[in-house]
């Protein structure tokens, strides 16, 4: 089976300061690991993905995540928060081998993002 | 392209009554999904297809929800009779071949039963 966990239910972070919002993960084989981003009563919005290559991965809105195999972990950064990065952040995993009934992603609880100006 | 199309935006209903929830996928992709969210169980998979073919529906609650694909612009999602439990914004998404994955989501279905 495929799950994803993301620790914190919110992160707080000033304005101008780096962010980081966790993510782990678990699955039987290689993952495909993504990051989307939900505003108030909107649908989730792609930001990035990591499939193969470099670890570092960058993607939209000038966020970047990093993929550790031996850690498990997918953590989604940006090294300067905007007020406007305030949103839900959902982690997804899809176990890059799996049977039929596995080609759909698992998303985590979500981590709610408050940027404080 | 318009995005994915998911209506109504709103319902409210009472208990026991008939819901049907509507999605239209960006064109030309083949692969189209119906999450539900919570505050209790975040987002969970109800059912995808793959070219109008439904895969996997193991995350269908119960006999009460039923999905359709008559064709590739068109799904539906059913609970009847429905119940209060079953409140929940209901997301579509959709994935094109190929698209490594990465699903287009629409605005969702807020579902209130009263």
């Known amino acids: 089976a495929q799950s994803v966990a993301q620790p914190e239910d919110q992160v707080n972070v000033a304005e101008g300061n780096p962010l980081t919002v966790k993510c782990t993960y678990s699955?039987?084989?290689?993952?495909?690991l993504f990051w989307y981003v939900q505003y108030p009563n909107r649908g989730l919005q792609f930001l990035l993905k990591?499939?193969?290559?470099?670890?570092l991965v960058k993607g939209s809105y000038g966020f970047e995540a990093e993929f550790n195999k031996s850690q498990t972990s997918f953590h989604l950064k940006k090294p300067s928060a905007l007020v406007s990065d305030s949103a839900l952040y959902f982690c997804?995993?899809?176990?890059?081998?799996?049977?039929?009934?596995?080609?759909?992603?698992?998303f985590g609880s979500g981590t709610r993002l408050q940027v404080q100006p | 392209d318009a995005g994915v199309i998911q209506s109504p935006r709103h319902e409210v209903t009472e208990m026991g009554q008939e819901v049907t929830l509507r999605c239209k996928p960006i064109?030309?992709?083949?692969?189209l999904f119906w999450y539900r969210q919570t505050m209790m169980r975040g987002l969970e998979l109800l059912i995808y297809?793959?070219?109008?073919?439904?895969?996997?529906d193991s995350g269908m609650p119960e006999d009460r929800f039923s999905a359709k694909m008559p064709n590739a612009s068109f799904s539906t999602l059913k609970i009847q009779p429905s119940e209060p439990r079953d409140s929940a914004v209901y997301f579509c998404?959709?994935?094109?071949?190929?698209?490594?994955?990465?699903?287009?989501f629409g605005a969702g279905s807020r579902l209130t039963v009263l």
């Open positions: 297809f793959n070219n109008n073919v439904p895969i996997d």
């Open positions: 997804a995993v899809r176990d890059l081998y799996g049977d039929t009934g596995r080609r759909a992603l698992t």
């Open positions: 998404a959709s994935r094109e071949t190929g698209g490594a994955n990465v699903l287009t």
């Open positions: 699955v039987s084989g290689n993952p495909y």
């Open positions: 990591y499939i193969t290559g470099d670890n």
């Open positions: 064109s030309g992709h083949n692969s």
